[in-house]
């Protein structure tokens, strides 16, 4: 079993939908969550940052942190053309380890 | 504030040669990684530095990859002799403290012939 799982799709989704991203992970050690966003040819951009269980909210995007179920999503609100890119899931220990990736979910927003 | 750079960009070598990139994190960013990300997947820990110092290398391949960050700011990471499996994006990030999060450079891309 793999550390972070991540259905890395495609997904293709109309202009506006809500999509929903998700990962799963089995280390419960885990304490700090986070969504990058990569473009093609370019490095992981930070969307989201959450330290424990809970939601926290930016703009359109919603980040979920379920520790019991070890199980983390992310929401993106009225979806746009430019949100399309491959997001990747990633967790760390503490505030100062490595991260661990998932495989990356590559998102389509068609308009 | 300038960004996470990282040099070259694009690299093709043929199988047994070396190669080396470079990375300059933000100013200030006293924690280091090196990371690789092979074509559909999520990037890996290759190592990781605290100032000049190695703090994780349990996952890079000593016989052929080495890395360095002397003055404790920008970083080289070597790769001899290169295997056809190396080819790969080298993500180089960085991190100012302890409730910081990781910055990334744009990477390298290796491709090996």
């Known amino acids: 079993q793999k550390e972070v799982e991540q259905d890395p799709g495609p997904l293709s989704v109309p202009e506006g939908a809500i999509v929903s991203l998700n990962c799963t992970y089995s280390?419960?050690?885990?304490?700090?969550f986070m969504w990058y966003r990569q473009y093609s040819r370019k490095g992981p951009e930070l969307l989201m940052y959450?330290?424990?269980?809970g939601n926290k909210e930016d703009g359109r995007f919603t980040a979920q942190v379920d520790k019991s179920s070890k199980y983390i999503s992310l929401f993106i609100r009225d979806s746009q053309p430019s949100d399309s890119a491959t997001y990747l899931c990633?967790?760390?220990?503490?505030?100062?380890?490595?991260?661990?990736f998932g495989k990356g979910t590559r998102l389509s927003v068609i308009a | 504030e300038a960004g996470v750079a990282q040099s070259p960009r694009y690299k093709i070598i043929e199988k047994r040669q070396s190669v080396a990139f470079w990375c300059n994190p933000i100013?200030?960013?006293?924690?280091l990684y090196w990371y690789q990300q092979i074509l559909g997947q999520g990037p890996k820990l290759l190592i990781q530095?605290?100032?000049?110092?190695?703090?994780?290398d349990s996952q890079l391949p000593k016989d052929r990859f080495s890395a360095e960050r002397l003055k404790g700011v920008d970083s080289t990471l070597k790769i001899q002799p290169a295997k056809l499996e190396d080819s790969a994006v080298y993500l180089c990030?960085?991190?100012?403290?302890?409730?910081?999060?990781?910055?990334f450079g744009p990477g390298t891309r290796l491709t090996v012939l």
């Open positions: 990030a960085g991190q100012g403290g302890a409730t910081d999060t990781q910055y």
């Open positions: 280390n419960s050690a885990f304490q700090y």
């Open positions: 959450t330290y424990s269980s």
């Open positions: 100013s200030g960013h006293a924690t």
């Open positions: 530095f605290q100032n000049n110092g190695v703090v994780d």
């Open positions: 990633a967790m760390t220990f503490s505030g100062n380890t490595p991260l661990v």
